[in-house]
């Protein structure tokens, strides 16, 4: 049972616009989401987090919004690069819960 | 501060044999996570270590096992090893497992059975 699901494989955007990598999930005992981005042959690097007591949280063109009620998070990517271009997982835990990630969305940015 | 570091970077190892796998955590934290990447699969948990002992573990037959280092460090072993197993394995570290800690990731080790 995936108890965390992105369910858009791949995604293309032209550069500058938005780019909007979806994840739900299913345990509402999760209270902490984080979004990874992924070269290839590379270790996932952090991105950006929110607690469940927020419901958005921005860090420069990366912004998360979490719908507790939907059990949805979205990362907002704007504008869009070229180097934005790899694979992004969302990923949902805390408390002395493990990590519980998707299966990751890839983002191709087109110049 | 320095990464998470794995080593070793690359592995071919042929069916039957098996294989053992290092982790250095980012320095001061205490909880390493281990991670199997496949295409399709996203990043499935194999365990997580804290204080030399195992905190939570994954849905991963018993040939996949770890263990943990008075400094943190720690290491994962397969053993007897199936085509199935080639993969990318990551470590991560947080301070500790509890609470809203952020893991970071190490680089991987490719893993590749022949």
């Known amino acids: 049972d995936q108890q965390v699901k992105q369910n858009s494989p791949s995604l293309s955007v032209q550069e500058g616009r938005i780019s909007i990598l979806n994840c739900d999930y299913t345990?509402?005992?999760?209270?902490?989401f984080l979004w990874y981005k992924k070269y290839p042959a590379e270790g996932p690097t952090f991105l950006i987090s929110?607690?469940?007591?927020?419901d958005k949280n921005e860090d420069g063109r990366f912004t998360v919004f979490l719908n507790k009620s939907a059990k949805h998070l979205s990362l907002h990517i704007v504008p869009s690069q070229p180097g934005d271009s790899a694979v992004y997982f969302c990923?949902?835990?805390?408390?002395?819960?493990?990590?519980?990630f998707g299966t990751g969305t890839r983002l191709k940015v087109l110049a | 501060k320095a990464g998470v570091t794995q080593t070793p970077r690359y592995l071919i190892k042929t069916r039957g044999q098996q294989v053992t796998l290092s982790c250095s955590p980012i320095?001061?934290?205490?909880?390493v996570s281990w991670y199997q990447q496949t295409p399709g699969q996203g990043l499935q948990f194999l365990f997580e270590y804290f204080s030399e002992t195992q905190r939570n573990k994954g849905n991963f037959p018993g040939r996949f096992s770890g263990r943990q280092f008075s400094n943190s460090r720690s290491e994962m072993n397969v053993s007897t090893l199936e085509l199935g197993d080639s993969a990318l394995y990551l470590c991560a570290s947080r301070s500790h497992p509890e609470g809203q800690e952020t893991q970071y990731f190490g680089p991987g080790t490719r893993l590749l059975v022949l």
């Open positions: 345990n509402s005992m999760f209270d902490y």
């Open positions: 990923a949902a835990g805390g408390g002395t819960y493990k990590y519980i």
């Open positions: 320095s001061g934290h205490r909880s």
């Open positions: 929110i607690s469940s007591i927020k």
